[in-house]
């Protein structure tokens, strides 16, 4: 591999979260019936028109806002002309000559701690195609359910020179695109696909070797391997004399290799033109101004806020906004007046653990922010102890309501000393031996009087609280 | 039962309908009687929806309410405008037996103002042709003269309402297809500016080109109808917002002091003298009406029909690309392959003038071709735009004929595209530019009428209706009858 740098470009499409698709009406949605989401603007009828989706625009610059780029001042449509069935109009409206964002970037931390800044060429908001299935029964099937779902596709610069690097590229990407709003970015539903781009060239070259293209792969493990792969095929190639074909291919996961579609023979001919059906947008200072205010506060700012406000450790910040879900979680946690290390110390440990060890998402469980927040104030107030918090805790993974659970299954810490003072003063009435023994200097008995309270409130005393008034009592005689 | 529509204008019609003289009821009979006693001669429509329209007009009867101008009153729409579960072909062979599930904006509009469609008119295919000879069902025939043609792309549109069978038609003018057609039938036709009337419904040849209009015998009907059909429309977002003025306000017979301007262009080679002597004889009776009459240049002129042929057939071979025989519509049979299917479909769907113009503009929008074609038509559009604005800082309208020549036989032109595209040249800017514009009757060489076209500022429908009504009312060209009216 020495012998050659590799060059690898990324396209990647994220499917935003809109309620109505991009050109019409109908709601985005996944997990429908086939065809439910679609009227007849999506199915392409004759005679229907395109009105653009403001909420996808706005997405559009919140996007391009997050990576740092140029918002275009004045966007027109295009059209991408060509035939498949999924494509019922025979043409995707997108963005080729005015994309809403050009020249941003984004900043990846490498293994050894360095941060590369990679480019980004342009972002533009561009119309999802439907689905093709091929049936058993020898028929195909068209469903247009996701036809016409907005999407972001970004085109980073050809920065990234390692399969790593192109990993890391897309778990940042994903991250702030994430915590911008716009979209889920849940991988396994395909809102987040990647076209990758990968050349090899002998160092020192001042030109690009030929590029492999591979088309809308939904996993950072599965981009990872493809360039792996990749990357050794074309060395080998290159190697034994060979020459690099502009060629189309596929990742394969179960032999995790590539496998090629096909050559390329020239570029595709699109005929893209202004897509006459769509009244240009002009994007004024104001409505930019608008747009930044409705943008979520970025990870990297509210791991900096966690760390400076809330006196937070690096690492749990970082921990804590690794998902928008995990930090927005906190944040409610916090404000509903959970001590915020706490809080913290909950989520990164026994919910993370919970949500391991059950393989589900933290949306996915009943817990709310209010209701570990409400655990946190009973530990931190004295009414539980840690320990009773850990029956607690089960119960609000499960939807209870930490007070009342705690209440009705007595889990209630004896904290009270009007309380506490009569039951320690008849242990000491009881045991004059212990007391005796303390006088001597043998501290052995205070373990043996705390003991013998415990059992006597059934181990609801407050430890903190027993040891304080009984040492005190102790004194006193 | 039939109905003389020729005696009886829109506003005739309503009051008659509001006096209960006669009914919605007996008025759409009497139309579909009209279309049943002339259309073997007219061939003017491909359906007729007798039980709809019928049902209609019994329902506006048992309400009794004609508040409306057009309501209760029949008419007769282009077939590439969407009316839901009645056959919308678009007169192709593609779009056979396609019953839309929703209903052109325009129409609706129509149909909230109580008017009543009694069907859908013949054209050609996909509107793509200048004689209604390219549609796939029938050939409409011109109302003067049944041997000649009505004109197109909305030939059966303009000969319904020149023909007697109709009181108004509803067509679209991509090219010239309004206007164009009313020249040869010698009623009135107006392409409105683009955006006035919302294309929501219509079935897209030229999206950035395209706009429905109304043909009427008169140019007050014509006004009429633009303010039911015109107004922004949500879901057509190349719909103006600005606001619909009345345009019968200014119909008052006056034009003193209308500063009139004549393009030197519009009278030059390829135009039929005696085309020119009749327009410049209806510009002179203008001017004695007190209008002042000045020749100017539109110097691009020329370029116009490249253009226009350019960006249309560029934007239509796009917009034709769904007609694939996936989701409706024609599907060819006994097909191997998707390759197959899409081929197979649209070569046997698709009539000759549609195969050309989708190869013309799919060669035009290529990698090597876009820059010398689509491009450089798109600057000429735009210098034909600033002609036209620099006459209108000085002038109200630009007046000259519709078309070079009176209607032509049928089957004289359809074989040589070339001939039928530069028939265009005097329509074709108007559109490229957005402008309003009108044609009204300006007298007749052998017995076949002759159009005079007024075009507009942007949205100022009505100082073109303002010109047409006072050379309609001196003239009262609209009093002279084709044979065909004897029929009813």
Known sequence: MSNFETTIGLEVHVEMKTNSKLLSPSPVHFGSEPNENANAIDFGYPGVLPVANKGAIEFGMRVAMALHADITPFIRWDRKNYFYPDNPKAYQTTQSQTPIGTNGYIDITLDDGTVKRIGITEMHVEEDAGKNTHGTDGYSYVDLNRQGTPLIEIVSEPDLSSPEEAKAYLEQLRKVVQFTGVSDVKMQEGQMRADVNVSLRPYGSDTYGTKVEMKNINSFNYVYNALAFEEKRQARVLMSGGTIRQETRRYDEPTKSTILMRVKEGADDYRYFPEPDLAPIAISQDWIAEVAQSLPESANDRRQRYVSELGIEQYDADVLTQTMEMADFYDQAVTSGGEPKRVANYLIGDVNAYLNKNQVELPDTQLTPEHLAGMVKLIEDGTISTKQAKKVFEAIMVGEDPAEYAHQHGLVQLSDPAQLTPIINEILDNNPQSIEDFKGGKDRAVGFLIGQIMKATKGQANPGVVNKILMQALNER | ?488
């Open chain 2, 1 to 488: 039962m039939t109905m003389n529509y020729f005696d009886h204008d829109l506003t005739s019609l309503h009051q008659q309908l509001v006096n209960k003289e006669t009914t919605a009821t007996e008025l759409v009979q009497a139309t579909l009687d009209n279309i049943k006693a002339t259309d073997d001669q007219l061939n003017a429509f491909i359906t007729t929806n007798p039980e709809s329209a019928l049902e209609a007009a019994k329902a506006l009867d048992k309400a009794g309410q004609f508040d409306n101008a057009l309501a209760g009153i029949p008419l007769g729409l282009k077939d590439n405008m969407a009316t839901k579960g009645i056959q919308t072909s678009a007169a192709s062979r593609i779009l056979k037996d396609f019953k839309p599930v929703y209903t052109a904006t325009a129409v609706d509009k129509l149909n909230a103002a109580g008017a009543i469609s009694v069907g859908k008119a013949n054209m050609d295919e996909f509107a793509m042709g200048g004689s209604t000879e390219t549609s796939y069902y029938k050939t409409t025939t011109n109302a003067w003269d049944h041997t000649k043609v009505p004109g197109g792309s909305s030939g059966g549109s303009a000969a319904a309402v020149a023909g007697g069978q109709v009181p108004f038609a509803l067509g679209s003018d991509t090219g010239g297809s309004i206007r164009q057609p009313a020249a040869f039938n010698g009623i009135v036709g107006m392409k409105p500016t683009y955006g006035r009337v919302s294309r929501w419904g219509l079935f897209a040849m030229a999206s950035s080109l395209d706009q429905i209009g109304p043909f009427t015998r008169t140019v007050k009907d014509n006004a009429l109808v633009l303010n039911t059909i015109s107004g922004h429309d949500q879901r057509d977002s190349t719909s103006a917002t600005r606001e619909v003025p009345d345009f019968t306000s200014k119909l008052t017979g006056d034009v003193k002091g209308l500063r009139i301007a004549v393009p030197k262009e519009y009278f030059g080679e390829g135009i039929d003298e005696r085309v020119s002597v009749t327009v410049r004889a209806a510009i002179a009776q203008l001017e004695a009406l007190g209008a002042t009459v000045d020749e100017v240049s539109l110097p691009h002129t020329k370029y116009g029909v490249a253009a226009y042929y350019i960006i249309m057939s560029s934007e239509a071979s796009s917009n034709l690309q769904r007609y694939d025989g996936v989701k409706y519509g024609f599907r060819a049979d006994d097909v191997k392959n998707l390759e197959d299917l899409y081929v197979k479909t649209r070569s046997e769907g698709f009539g000759d003038e549609v195969k050309r113009r989708i190869m013309l503009g799919t060669f035009s929008l290529s990698a090597g071709a876009y820059d010398a074609f689509f491009k450089k038509a798109a600057k000429i559009r735009t210098l034909i735009i600033e002609d036209f604005n620099k006459v209108f800082e000085d002038y109200d309208v630009i007046v000259g004929p519709t078309a070079p020549t009176v209607a032509y036989g049928i089957g004289e032109e359809i074989d040589d595209p070339t001939a039928m595209y530069l028939a265009d040249v005097l329509t074709i800017p108007v559109n490229l530019a957005g402008l309003p514009g009108m044609s009204v009757n300006a007298g007749f060489v052998d017995n076949l009428p002759v159009g005079l076209q007024i075009i507009g500022k942007p949205f100022d429908e009505s100082t073109v209706y303002q010109t047409g009504y006072a050379f309609e009312q001196a003239s009262r060209l609209f009093e002279k009858k084709p044979d065909i009216a004897k029929e009813y």
